[in-house]
């Protein structure tokens, strides 16, 4: 089955650390350029970060530079997220989401993953 | 950073009508049409439903159609069917950050 799945949300203190994954499954996940896209409660989708088919470049929002980093394993199919010193206005949804080509649209999301920021 | 701007916020409809949702750049898209839309349910992910401003994504029934280039973008949805009515985001990705619009609620009157 085609298809992403997140893993690792949860409710985590202000200042502190969790890390998201996204295992891919039934395409050839290192050919494809990956994303992260979060969607705070009750708002719209804001892009986050994207990282190249072999990891060679990363970018990021001005909103999570600094604070988060995105990495693959090619070899487990999984894309990570990284996220330090997290703050009240990260808690969202966060969505990983596959890119075909780069400057291409996201032709495959997850069901995505809960994070809550809060003391 | 180019700023994508929807409208209108809520589009009040029946089944059967014809939407019309807009997405305005604040400069014109990188490579003219690498703009898409989405459609996103309550408690879903958002699904691919038109690529390059005008294709549909593999799948999408043929009543989802997409317009435009540069700076004006259109969907159209030619006759509603129940399953539309849904929150509808267009977004550009031919420069970083990539961004989308705010999102077109359209809702059942």
């Known amino acids: 089955q085609v298809q992403v799945v997140e893993s690792g949300g949860g409710v985590v203190q202000p200042g502190r650390s969790l890390r998201l994954s996204c295992a891919a499954s039934?395409?050839?996940?290192?050919?494809?350029?990956m994303h992260w896209v979060r969607q705070a409660p009750g708002k719209g989708l804001e892009w986050a970060a994207l990282?190249?088919?072999?990891?060679?470049?990363?970018y990021y929002a001005d909103s999570v530079k600094g604070r988060f980093t995105i990495s693959r394993d090619n070899s487990k199919n999984t894309l990570y997220l990284q996220m330090n010193s997290l703050r009240a206005e990260d808690t969202a949804v966060y969505y990983c989401?596959?890119?075909?080509?780069?400057?291409?649209?996201?032709?495959?999301w997850g069901q995505g993953t809960m994070v809550t920021v809060s003391s | 950073e180019i700023v994508l701007t929807q409208s209108p916020g809520t589009l009040s409809l029946s089944p059967g009508e014809r939407a019309t949702l807009s997405c305005r750049a604040s400069?014109?898209?990188?490579?003219?049409?690498?703009l898409a839309w989405y459609q996103q349910k309550p408690g879903q992910a958002p699904r691919l439903l038109i690529y390059?401003?005008?294709s549909r994504a593999t799948g999408i029934p043929d009543r989802f159609s997409g317009s435009g280039s540069g700076t004006d973008f259109t969907l159209t949805i030619s006759r509603l069917e129940p399953e539309d009515f849904a929150v509808y985001y267009c977004q550009q990705y031919g420069s970083l950050p990539r961004t989308f619009g705010q999102g077109t609620k359209v809702e059942i009157k």
């Open positions: 400069q014109s898209v990188s490579g003219s049409t690498y």
């Open positions: 989401a596959r890119d075909p080509h780069y400057t291409d649209a996201f032709d495959m």
């Open positions: 990282i190249l088919h072999d990891g060679s470049n990363k």
């Open positions: 390059g401003a005008s």
């Open positions: 039934g395409f050839s996940f290192s050919s494809y350029v």
